[in-house]
């Protein structure tokens, strides 16, 4: 009988505790301090001589997002030649100075425009299907694909 009464008064004891304990009673975990150095690699520099590579790619695939859907027939294309000329130019631009970029620069220039590509490239087939395009955007939208495919190769 007696080891009852033990046996009941400890399972009184630790229900009880358990049941009264507040977040004050608990334990409190050893000061955390966070870490001096990154987490991670940073991303890598894409400029050179005052120039983002990532934002000219990035305004040279917005310019072509845009321009492409507009040629619907052929004095769309010729309307919409200068603004892809202007692309391409830039595109050039950003080759002659990706020449100077680190490897991790040369190559995380090559994924931001990997990525890109593609859509690119589905627009320019719809164009070139067009009746009538084809003639007209065809060397420009060969250079535009020739120096992506460099571009993304890096």
Known sequence: ???????????????????NETVADLPR???????TGTVGLAPPD???GGVNLASQVNSSMSTLRSVLPTITDATS???????????ATQLNDVGDLATK???EGKSALAKLIAAATPTINQMCDKVLAVPGVGDIAKPT??????????????
């Open 141 to 154: 939208i060969d250079e535009l694909r020739g120096k992506l495919d460099t571009l993304s190769r890096a």
């Open 29 to 35: 975990p050893a000061a955390v301090q966070s870490p």
């Open 46 to 48: 894409l400029t050179i």
């Open 77 to 87: 294309a010729q309307a919409a030649l200068p603004k892809l000329r202007e692309a």
């Open 1 to 19: 009988m007696a080891a009852l009464v033990v046996l009941g008064g400890v399972l009184w004891y630790a229900t009880g505790r358990q049941a």
């Open 101 to 103: 970029l680190s490897p």
